[in-house]
């Protein structure tokens, strides 16, 4: 077993159900860039990913999605989420952090679990001067800010 971010362990493969998921997003009573519910999630769910296979909606309540890692993006100007899959926390991080991650234009909100449970982050990134910034999504919105390169990218699990 690998030590996870809070000093738990990683030992079998994890299930989630939609539902369940749906449920725990309610809890998280997302608000920024602006409200995100589960119901929300269930509406716009259009695809998920798992490391052996790809769905397209509609699907079962109770699907099952096995990986001990999950990410969930929405795109609100769609509206689409998607529901990815991953077989390890590395590329959990990297699904985050890469060109369309969370610091994307498309992408509004996005929510990582690990073994079934939310886990919240920040992005890191290095402004034009060098300093390192905390990246927010209600500012890239509300400046228009969608052209901007983000240097240095980082994740800091909370």
Same mark, same amino acid.
């Given at each position: 077993?690998?030590?996870?971010? $809070?000093?738990?362990?990683?030992?079998?493969?994890?299930?989630?159900?939609?539902?369940?998921?749906?449920?725990?997003?309610?809890?998280?009573?997302?608000?920024?860039?602006?409200?995100?519910?589960?119901?929300?999630?269930?509406?716009?769910?259009?695809?998920?990913?798992?490391?052996?296979?790809?769905?397209?909606?509609?699907?079962?309540?109770?699907?099952?999605?096995?990986?001990?890692?999950?990410?969930?993006?929405?795109? =609100?100007?769609?509206?689409?989420?998607?529901?990815?899959?991953?077989?390890?926390?590395?590329?959990?991080?990297? =699904?985050?952090?890469?060109?369309?991650?969370?610091? $994307?234009?498309?992408?509004?909100?996005?929510? =990582?679990?690990?073994?079934?449970?939310?886990?919240?982050? $920040?992005?890191?990134?290095?402004?034009?001067?060098? =300093?390192?910034?905390?990246?927010?999504?209600?500012?890239?919105?509300?400046?228009?800010?969608?052209?901007?390169?983000?240097?240095?990218?980082?994740?800091?699990?909370?």
């Amino acid at each position: 077993m690998r030590p996870l971010l $809070n000093g738990g362990t990683l030992g079998g493969r994890s299930r989630m159900r939609l539902l369940e998921l749906r449920d725990v997003i309610d809890t998280l009573l997302e608000t920024e860039p602006w409200s995100f519910t589960g119901e929300d999630f269930l509406r716009t769910l259009v695809m998920v990913r798992l490391p052996e296979r790809e769905l397209v909606a509609p699907f079962p309540d109770g699907l099952n999605l096995p990986s001990p890692f999950i990410l969930v993006d929405h795109v =609100a100007h769609v509206p689409e989420t998607i529901a990815t899959g991953f077989d390890t926390l590395r590329d959990l991080e990297g =699904a985050i952090l890469c060109a369309s991650g969370y610091t $994307n234009n498309f992408t509004t909100h996005s929510f =990582a679990f690990i073994e079934g449970k939310p886990h919240s982050f $920040n992005i890191v990134y290095r402004n034009e001067t060098g =300093a390192e910034v905390v990246f927010s999504k209600a500012d890239q919105i509300a400046k228009n800010d969608f052209s901007r390169a983000y240097a240095d990218l980082r994740l800091e699990w909370l």
